[in-house]
């Protein structure tokens, strides 16, 4: 069974950190481009950061450069965001994807279900 689970949110303070993990099981993530999208309420679905099956050229929204860190351990089929400085537009759903293009078939994306973060006073 395929499956990315999302932990680690909650609600943290103007400026605070977060750590959000996704679990994968089913599959070996290291074989994925892994990705953290968002979602605030009614607004657009928007990636905030990407990493390679490299672990390099990851790349970041601008809204979270210098802020946010993606990051992944292939031992644990885990990857990360770590989130400093959060500021309250911060606030959304995340969610965890991995996608990989697999030839005759197409794109094959895999979604977690999300974790909620709430940055308010």
């Known amino acids: 069974q395929v499956q990315l689970v999302e932990s680690g949110g909650g609600l943290v303070q103007p400026g605070g950190s977060l750590r959000l993990s996704c679990a994968a099981s089913g599959f070996t993530s290291s074989s994925y481009a892994m990705r953290w999208y968002r979602q605030a309420p009614g607004k657009e679905r928007e990636l905030v950061a990407v990493?390679?099956?490299?672990?390099?050229?990851?790349n970041y929204a601008d809204s979270v450069k210098g802020r946010f860190a993606i990051s992944r351990d292939n031992a644990k089929n885990t990857v990360y965001l770590q989130m400093n400085s959060l500021k309250p537009e911060d606030t959304a759903v995340y969610y965890c994807n991995a996608g990989v293009v697999r030839v005759g078939v197409g794109l094959v994306q895999y979604w977690g279900q999300g974790t909620q973060v709430t940055v308010s006073s």
């Open positions: 990493i390679p099956s490299t672990g390099g050229g990851t």
